[in-house]
């Protein structure tokens, strides 16, 4: 029994002690603050960021507006791509002015002002305006679309929609390479070399610059080119299609293309017109419905029912493909051409000497 009330006498003492200890620890530490949490401003960073290469060519990009009789017929975009003492240059697509009796640009300050058309080419889809060289106040940087590849990074800016959304900018990645696309234009049917990228392109996208990651312009964007079924696939015109004629364009020249002097249709579209008399082995080609007298092609030997399988050892896919690799070639230059007549193959010379307009 006296142990017990030993043992509790001494629980009482230490826990006294310890009432006592705590009040004197906290009566000589009252002056001290609890440390506050410390906040630090992080600043996050984005790695792959294109704003420097978007800064490079977004204020060369302006709103096009194509007025017919006062009245706004519709609207796309452009680029500077070059100044002088008088003039600003800017590059666009036929289409976005075509049929225009004045055509209006709107800077990226804001301010519109008058534009004069200086040369168009609708097989190309470009043309060149000019306006007031103390309007101008950045001009887009020249690429090369030749040295881009599958996966590259390139956006575009553009006025999709509305220009109140001028300077809009898409970001992607090519898609495709060398695409030929085909494109139907009053009623006639040819192909265009083009760049195909997944990044979104508009109505008012059109004329507006494709450009690289280096901020450098390696197309023209076209809508044209887009058929309103298809989702997530755009097209551009290289730009050395453009730049390879630019001076005839800035002169308002005529480009002059070849004219052979035949009507044609697709092997494709035989069996529909009762043609059974081809052999199975000639798998692609056009087949000749007209020679025109005195032409290339009657120069050169061709003949009604001759179907042209190559040009220059490409395979010909269509009449339109036909057009396109003829193209390709200048007034004077001679073409090898491999043909079948009566199924057998035969290669001619096609010396071009007309162009159209003659």
């Known amino acids: 029994m006296r142990e017990k009330i030993v043992n509790i006498i001494?629980?009482?003492?230490?826990?006294?002690l310890g009432v006592i200890g705590t009040y004197y620890f906290m009566s000589n530490n009252s002056s001290v603050e609890a440390t506050p949490s410390v906040r630090k401003n992080v600043t996050?960073?984005?790695a792959d960021s294109i704003n420097e290469s978007i800064q490079k060519v977004y204020d060369s990009v302006v709103v096009i507006s194509n007025y017919s009789n006062g009245k706004l017929n519709g609207y796309g975009s452009g680029f500077v791509y070059k100044k002088d003492n008088k003039y600003g240059y800017i590059m666009t697509n036929n289409h976005v002015i075509e049929g225009a009796n004045e055509v209006k640009v709107t800077l990226n300050t804001g301010e519109e002002i008058e534009a004069k058309v200086l040369g168009t080419d609708s097989y190309m889809d470009v043309a060149i305006v000019s306006v007031d060289a103390s309007k101008i106040t950045a001009i887009a940087e020249i690429g090369d679309s030749s040295k881009s590849k599958l996966g590259d990074t390139i956006f575009t800016v553009g006025t999709p929609i509305s220009p109140d959304y001028a300077g809009t900018v898409t970001?992607?990645?090519?898609?495709?390479?060398?695409?030929?696309i085909t494109v139907t234009?009053?009623?006639?049917?040819?192909?265009?070399?083009?760049?195909?990228?997944?990044a979104s392109i508009n109505p008012g996208n059109s004329?507006?610059?494709l450009v690289n990651i280096n901020g450098q312009v390696i197309g023209i964007n076209s809508v044209k080119l887009?058929?309103?079924?298809?989702?997530?696939m755009g097209f551009a015109?290289?730009?050395e299609v453009?730049?390879?004629?630019?001076t005839k364009l800035e002169k308002g020249e005529t480009i002059d293309r070849p004219l052979v002097g035949i009507s044609s249709y697709d092997l494709s579209s035989a069996i529909y017109l009762g043609r059974n008399d081809i052999s199975d082995s000639i798998k692609n080609g056009v087949i000749i419905n007209y020679v025109e007298d005195g032409s290339d092609a009657a120069s050169a030997g061709l003949e009604k029912n001759d179907i042209i399988t190559e040009v220059d050892g490409i395979t010909v896919k269509s009449s339109a493909h036909l057009k396109y690799l003829i193209y390709k070639h200048n007034i004077g230059d001679t073409v090898k051409l491999t043909i079948y007549r009566n199924n057998k193959e035969k290669d001619i010379s096609l010396k071009l000497t007309h162009k159209i307009g003659d």
């Open 237 to 239: 015109i290289p730009i």
């Open 171 to 180: 970001k992607g990645i090519i898609s495709g390479e060398n695409r030929e």
């Open 185 to 198: 234009n009053n009623g006639t049917s040819y192909m265009m070399e083009a760049i195909q990228i997944d």
């Open 10 to 16: 001494v629980i009482v003492i230490v826990f006294c």
């Open 226 to 232: 887009i058929e309103s079924s298809i989702e997530g």
């Open 44 to 46: 996050v960073t984005e």
């Open 242 to 246: 453009a730049m390879s004629q630019i």
């Open 207 to 209: 004329g507006g610059p």
